[in-house]
């Protein structure tokens, strides 16, 4: 197995309160075939002086003005060499130390071009605020609001180059037109990997505001109607319905 060589990228961006302990659960993962990948968008906070205590631990780092959390995360998987990437965004960090190592096996086990889980999403005081769990993938998922969490999402590097990287086109939702594009317009086989593999602090861009959250529905819409989705409309509806069960 660990002849599978992973890559993981992280974008920052002014993170200093949280990018120490997404390294540090990074670094304390049980797979040795790790390329990490750091992206930072050129911070004027502390983050780089934390990002340096663990230099070591980083293959790559790069630090320079970007066009945004998708043109950075573009970045890492150009500059990735393993055979499978998959990210994980600076305030968030691994479930348990285990995580790679399962979606290592996962790859290796069921031949899949993409493997992704589940995720809990914590408050300030690491409290269990939604527990996000899918299941399987399939050719009508889509259709009725179905959506993986996307910092468990890894996949086969080649994908990127045959059918597309991170669209800046698509605002905050650029994370689910991509996904959308693999799994639903390509039918890039998938696995659901059972398991908490993120814990993600609570309060994302698309869900600061009424106003941005609206931006994300539209971005959301442009997205189903690019990539086949049949009804977009009513998936539009039952994307944030599926959320309402993540609550118990």
């Not at 990735?80 to 790859?107: E, H, I, R």
């Not at 189903?224 to 539009?236: D, E, H, Q, S, Y």
Request: aromatic share 12%; with cysteine; glycine share 8%.
């Amino acid at each position: 197995m660990y002849g599978l060589k992973l890559s993981l990228v992280t974008v920052v961006y002014n993170a200093q309160d949280s990018i120490g302990e997404c390294i540090e659960s990074v670094i304390s993962q049980n797979y040795p075939d790790l390329e990490y990948i750091i992206v930072d968008g050129g911070s004027t906070d502390n983050t780089l002086n934390v990002i340096n205590r663990y230099r070591s631990n980083i293959n790559i780092l790069v630090s320079e003005p970007d066009l945004g959390i998708y043109d950075a995360m573009n970045k890492g998987i150009r500059l990735a060499t393993g055979q499978f990437v998959g990210m994980l965004n600076a305030d968030d960090q691994f479930a348990d130390t285990d995580v790679l190592k399962s979606v290592a096996a996962a790859f290796e086990q069921h031949n899949t071009g993409v493997i992704y889980g589940d995720m809990d999403i914590i408050g300030q005081r690491q409290q269990i605020i939604r527990k996000w769990r899918t299941g399987p993938c399939n050719d009508n998922s889509f259709n009725f609001g179905f959506m993986p969490p996307h910092p468990t999402f890894y996949c086969k590097r080649e994908l990127f180059e045959r059918l597309g990287f991170y669209s800046l086109d698509y605002g905050s939702a650029a994370d689910f037109e991509l996904m959308l594009r693999f799994l639903h317009l390509n039918k890039v086989n998938s696995h659901h990997l059972k398991k908490v593999m993120v814990k993600m602090r609570t309060g994302g861009v698309s869900s600061k505001s009424f106003k941005n959250r609206i931006k994300a529905w539209q971005f959301d819409l442009k997205a189903m109607r690019k990539n086949g989705v049949t009804f977009p409309l009513m998936a539009i509806i039952l994307k944030p319905v599926q959320k309402i069960f993540q609550f118990f």
